[in-house]
């Protein structure tokens, strides 16, 4: 029995995080502007390699070129090509219009690859009861409809085409205010809910906007670092309320959802791009809080993709 399986990948998303934009929504030309490559695409190879053995078992629908055709040809898939694009570059409307495509062809399930922008356009679109799952290649994933990696959400795939007994869940659509974000605000809005497998630990949890760390944990934290601070070591920050909290902590001035750069325990760099970080880092001892010391080499890249 075939397994008929829709592919959406938004290939815009994503751009904005090496930008450091906090997102990609309305800043794709800036974004490139400032050397982000697509990594969709990328993210999205990840969760299909996972579908090589079960491969004679699926047919895949997707929309053409850089939606998903250009890559499941590349791959060797079996698949057919449904609706068309209107213009050379994706928009919001094409996901939609992809959603509505799929579910017509009577899809089992709706793999699609973005963010949390892009969980509100399938939502926006998507029948109720229509089972989808994301494929997390955005910069902002606070919804619970995406797998925690792409290779989750392909190992998920797999275990359904083989019949594997996976329930169904209702899983929450948030997206954030991104003029808020990069003023360093956090606003979560409900946009709906979406029909998700979800098996263990595959399918990640809401996120709540919001500064919410326990200051005692913070405290002893804090001092535990003071006291371990290494001279001439470059300490990673990455965005979230915890290490903000923590530097906050540490009377050090970091953003909220930017990437920081600390030295000898004051701030070398706030709110660094991808390049930034890469020129930052080369040649210097690197640590992140909670992590082993690293030593970046010539082919190092710190802000690759989780699988």
């Known amino acids: 029995m075939t397994f008929h ?3 959406i990948i938004n290939p815009l998303a994503g751009l904005g995080g090496p930008a450091a934009l906090k997102g990609s929504d309305g800043v794709v030309a800036e974004a490139l502007a400032r050397g982000a490559a697509p990594r969709a695409a990328e993210r999205t190879r990840i969760a ?7 491969a ?12 998903g055709g250009d890559l499941l040809a590349e791959l060797g898939f079996r698949h057919r090509l449904v609706g068309s694009l209107h213009g050379a570059t994706t928009s919001a409307a094409d996901t939609r219009r992809a959603v509505a495509c799929l579910q017509d062809a009577g899809v089992a399930l709706i793999l699609f690859a973005g963010g949390d922008g892009t969980a509100r356009d399938v939502c926006a679109a998507v029948r109720e009861g229509q089972p989808v799952l994301g494929i997390p290649a955005g910069v902002k994933i606070h919804s619970g409809v995406y797998a925690i990696s ?3 959400a392909g190992e998920l795939t797999r275990r359904l085409v083989e019949g594997g007994l996976v329930r169904l869940a209702s899983g929450e659509v948030r997206d954030l205010d991104e003029t808020a974000l990069r003023d360093g605000r956090v606003a979560a809005r409900w946009y709906g809910e979406l029909t998700v497998p979800e098996e263990g630990d595959f399918v990640q949890q809401v996120k709540q906007g919001g500064v919410e760390s326990e200051e005692l944990v913070l405290a ?3 001092a535990w670092l003071e006291d371990s601070w290494e001279p001439g070591v470059r300490y990673v920050f990455g965005p979230g309320s915890t290490l903000h909290g923590l530097a906050a902590s540490l009377g050090l001035e970091t953003t909220l959802l930017g990437v920081d750069v600390i030295e000898d325990g004051r701030v070398l760099a706030r709110d660094v791009t991808e390049a930034q970080l890469f020129e930052l880092v080369d040649g210097h001892p690197g640590l992140a809080p909670g992590h082993r010391h690293w030593r970046p080499g010539p082919h190092h890249r710190p802000w690759q993709p989780a699988d």
């Open 5 to 7: 399986l829709g592919l």
């Open 48 to 54: 299909l390699e996972c579908l090589r053995a079960v």
């Open 56 to 67: 004679e078992r699926i047919e895949f629908l997707t929309f053409p070129g850089a939606m």
């Open 150 to 152: 792409p290779r989750a």
């Open 220 to 222: 002893d934290l804090a």
